[in-house]
Nanobody, 123 residues
Framework: QVQLVESGGGLVQAGGSLRLSCAAS????????MGWFRQTPGKGREFVAT????????FYADSVKGRFTISRDNAKNTVHLQMNSLKAEDTAVYYC????????????????WGQGTQVTVSS
């Protein structure tokens, strides 16, 4: 079992920045590829970013490429999502997820999910 807890969400003005964090426990963190997804009533669950077990390979959705950065610290069992130049359309509940496999953009390839953290971007 893996438990994931997101933090760092909140209200921010368009153009601003937020840094989301995900703390993992239960199993060795380095066993998992990690990802961030977001969900809105209109879009459902949408891929945002993912990285492999070592953190050496990253992939981003086109909508966030160049603005968001995913990273991990295996020594601290944490993954982060640095979000810059935020837009109103970034408003969503953001979820941290762990996959016991390769990096993936598919939500159904992830085995564990956090509770989510709300990000609201005002304009």
């Amino acid at each position: 079992q893996v438990q994931l807890v997101e933090s760092g969400g909140g209200l921010v003005q368009a153009g601003g920045s937020l840094r989301l964090s995900c703390a993992a426990s239960g199993r060795p963190f380095s066993w998992y590829a990690m990802g961030w997804f977001r969900q809105t009533p209109g879009k459902g669950r949408e891929f945002v970013a993912t990285l492999n077990r070592s953190g050496g390979s990253t992939f981003y959705a086109d909508s966030v490429k160049g603005r968001f950065t995913i990273s991990r610290d295996n020594a601290k069992n944490t993954v982060h999502l640095q979000m810059n130049s935020l837009k109103a359309e970034d408003t969503a509940v953001y979820y941290c997820a762990a996959a016991r496999g390769m990096v993936s953009q598919r939500s159904d390839e992830y085995d564990y999910w956090g509770q989510g953290t709300q990000v609201t971007v005002s304009s």
